[in-house]
């Protein structure tokens, strides 16, 4: 993976926990500004439409996407260094992202790290 400036990690940071594709700083703002749950929430209505989840997969889903949320609150919150909350944060995607793996399909789970790749070349594109 190519590293990042760190102006850049806030913006990967909110892409990885929320995984949409939101415009403008509005969209940032708003999801800044929100609940751990009302991400979770969002996440998973999200990821329901994106990878077609069936309703055990939105019940288990929804509660790794609420599970991580809480978990990444307190960071998010600290007054930590953008790059100490970056390092956390990301270990904190791969122990969901290993989890989800659990839960999706292959098909699925190869669409939510395609998505997710497309992301982070679109914030790197933006960034330039």
């Not at 077609?52 to 509660?63: D, F, K, P, R």
């Not at 659990?102 to 982070?120: F, P, S, T, V, W």
Request: positive net charge.
């Amino acid at each position: 993976m190519m590293l990042l400036k760190p102006k850049q990690w806030p913006l990967l940071v909110a892409v990885f926990l929320c995984l949409t594709f939101t415009q403008g700083r509005a969209q940032v703002n708003k999801l800044k500004d929100s609940t751990p749950e009302q991400r979770a929430r969002m996440l998973t209505e999200w990821m329901t439409s994106q990878l077609a989840l069936n309703a055990s997969q939105v019940q288990q889903v929804s509660a790794l996407n609420l599970q991580y949320a809480r978990k990444n609150d307190p960071i998010l919150q600290s007054t930590e260094s953008k790059l100490a909350k970056f390092k956390k944060l990301a270990a904190l995607q791969k122990e969901k992202s290993k989890a989800l793996s659990q839960i999706l399909d292959a098909g699925q789970y190869q669409k939510y790290q395609e998505i997710k790749g497309q992301l982070i070349q679109n914030i790197k594109e933006k960034r330039k």
